[in-house]
C-alpha cells in the first residue's frame, strides 16, 4: 500500500540558510501534520492542514511557515536557520478531520541538519 | 490537558520474555489512543489504537494493549519478545479535539537474546 512520501530523507544546511521539505500523503488523505522530533526527544506537533487550509499551530517557531497545495502535498519552509533547528521533522496524513479523522499514519522523516 | 505519562525510558527483556511497556493518560475526554513505533533511522509506525469499543485493542506483530479507564492506563504487551522488537515506542493521545497527537517522552525496549 502506498504510504506517505517525505523528501529529502536527508539535509545539510548553513546555519541562515533556508529549507523546505515537502510530504506528499498517502492518496485520498486529506490531512496533514508535522511533528519535529529533536534527538532524544519526543515528536511535537508543529502545524496541520485540512482540505488546504490550516486547521492548527503547535509550537511552530515564525521562521517556519507551511502550506498544503491543491494535490493535497504540503511544504515546510524554515528560514534562518539555526543550529537547533537540527531534528527529524514527520509529515502524517489522515482522512477526515475532527471526529470523523481516521488513524495518522507518519512518513520516515527528514533529517535536518544544521551546521 | 491531554498528556501520557510513559514509565521506564529503558526497559531491557531477554528474547522469548513477556513484554510490557507502562503508559499512563490524563484526558478531560474520551480519549483515543495510541502506541507507535519507531526502529532506528526510520519513521513512525502505528502499532495499535484504541477509540471506543473493545478495550483489548491487538496491533501488529504480536502486540496488544488494554484500555484500563479506572486506572487511567493504556500498557502495551507482548507475550514472547523477539530480536526485532528492539526499538524505541511512543504512545500518544489526541489532543482536545484538535486531534493532533500528544506523544509520551518513548520507551527504548531492549531485547537480550
Known amino acids: 500500500a502506498a504510504g506517505v512520501i517525505q523528501s529529502p530523507r536527508h539535509l545539510i544546511k548553513e546555519k541562515r540558510e533556508t529549507a523546505t521539505l515537502k510530504c506528499y500523503p498517502i492518496p485520498r488523505h486529506d490531512t496533514v501534520y508535522w511533528y519535529q522530533q529533536g534527538p532524544g526527544q519526543d515528536p511535537q506537533f508543529l502545524i496541520s492542514f485540512y482540505e488546504k487550509m490550516q486547521s492548527d499551530k503547535g509550537s511552530i517557531p515564525d521562521r517556519f511557515s507551511a502550506q498544503q497545495f491543491s494535490d493535497y502535498h504540503s511544504e515546510l519552509n524554515m528560514s534562518s536557520l539555526e543550529l537547533g533547528d537540527s531534528a527529524l521533522y514527520f509529515c502524517?496524513?489522515?482522512?477526515?478531520?475532527?471526529?470523523?479523522?481516521?488513524?495518522?499514519?507518519f512518513g520516515p522523516g527528514t533529517r535536518l541538519l544544521v551546521l | 490537558a491531554q498528556s501520557v505519562t510513559q514509565l521506564g525510558s529503558h526497559v531491557s527483556v531477554s528474547e522469548g520474555a513477556l513484554v510490557l511497556l507502562r503508559c499512563n493518560y490524563s484526558?478531560?475526554?474520551?480519549?483515543?489512543l495510541f502506541w507507535y513505533v519507531q526502529y532506528p533511522n526510520q519513521g513512525l509506525q502505528l502499532l495499535l489504537k484504541?477509540?471506543?469499543?473493545?478495550?483489548l485493542v491487538k496491533g501488529i506483530n504480536g502486540f496488544e494493549a488494554e484500555f484500563k479507564k479506572s486506572e487511567t492506563s493504556f500498557h502495551l504487551t507482548k507475550p514472547s519478545a523477539h530480536m526485532s522488537d528492539a526499538a524505541e515506542y511512543f504512545c500518544?493521545?489526541?489532543?482536545?479535539?484538535?486531534?493532533?497527537?500528544?506523544f509520551g517522552s518513548g520507551t527504548r525496549l531492549l531485547v537480550r537474546p
Open positions: 500518544a493521545v489526541y489532543k482536545d479535539s484538535s486531534y493532533k497527537l500528544i
Open positions: 484504541y477509540t471506543t469499543g473493545a478495550t
Open positions: 484526558s478531560s475526554v474520551p480519549p483515543y
Open positions: 502524517a496524513s489522515s482522512l477526515g478531520a475532527g471526529e470523523n479523522q481516521e488513524t495518522q499514519y
